[in-house]
């Protein structure tokens, strides 16, 4: 049974709450800047994601509020249920710039990948948190969680959905690193690793779809390709670069104004924000996005039990690992994988999933003042 002391329900951490609130804000005016060349005016991106973030705080306090012990018993079902709705997706998902992500609920559209994400933390946080072992993990005890790692991945791999397929994967890695790997257990997969690497290889750059190889391709040298595969990169950059100390002011982008830099309002959401506030800007943004990213892995060492640090390890893979490779990707010192901006970039799926971690973290925190007996 679990008592929590009820003068702690209120402390909520509202400076971080204050910080969230702030990027998501800056995220929205973005948008607005990036889609305003559109027919002359804003399109309505910028309303639904406001929309979005709205329905976010919302399910930010349900995943606050439920004791995360409920939830974690609860992990396979919801992995079970996001397994199957990745299945689902490679037959009736609908197809969107070359891949097949999404499932159409008629009024909006859910992409299971993102909610693969919550799904995995969930279900590893549990399992770490319920194996004592003495000196990390060994070989046959690494075995389940690769595989409850695997499936998701796998799936997500043949949308095909690199970036997300490779956030699992930093999450998996994490919890499993933070648990304790035996060095049997490093000998055994560096091994198994080369062995199969030729054949994993194969089935994974089978799975990519032509514009996401050549992505790879061009990420050594984008000027080998201009007008193609680099013409992101080399635009992005140019746009954080024109932005200088002080940037352009709001709506000032003529990068994305002009439409030279696609795809403003999703994965370069960050080039946009950066050519219209700078140098200056870009450091506040990066200030707020470390506090958060300090408040979660606060929140990890100050849990007060196994299964509440782990998932907030988890939150902060996620988080750390989403935004090196999208702001490295607008500074073309990552491949174009198509991982999005956390509160910035557009989309409902992925706005949902980050409110859902981040409450799942508040959740963490204040029961760490609870008495277990």
Known sequence: MVRLDRTRIGS????VLVAIGVIVAAGV???YSATTHQAGSPSALYLKQAAWAGLGV??????????YHTLAR????GYAAVVVLLIGVLFVGRVGMGARRWISLGVFDVQPSELAKLALILLLARYCAEKHVRGGLGPVQLLAPLAVAAIPIGLILKQPDLGTGLTLMAIALCLMLLV???YQSIVFLGLSGLMLFPFFWHLLWNSLKGYQRNRL??????SSDPLGMGYHVIQSKIAIGSGGFWGKGFLGSTQSQLKFLPEGHTDFVFAVFAEEWGFVGVLVLLALYGFVLFWIVETAYKAKDRLGAFLAVGVAAMVAFSLAVNIGMTLGMMP???VPL???SYGGSSMLTVFAALGLVMNVRLRRFMLFY
């Open 12 to 15: 909520l951490d509202w400076k």
């Open 336 to 338: 174009v994988v198509g």
């Open 58 to 67: 919302a399910v930010f306090a349900i995943a606050a509020l439920v004791d």
């Open 29 to 31: 005016a973005t948008i």
């Open 74 to 77: 609860y992990a396979w079902a």
């Open 180 to 182: 304790g790997i035996r």
């Open 342 to 344: 956390l509160l910035m």
């Open 217 to 222: 391709l061009t990420f050594v040298n984008p």
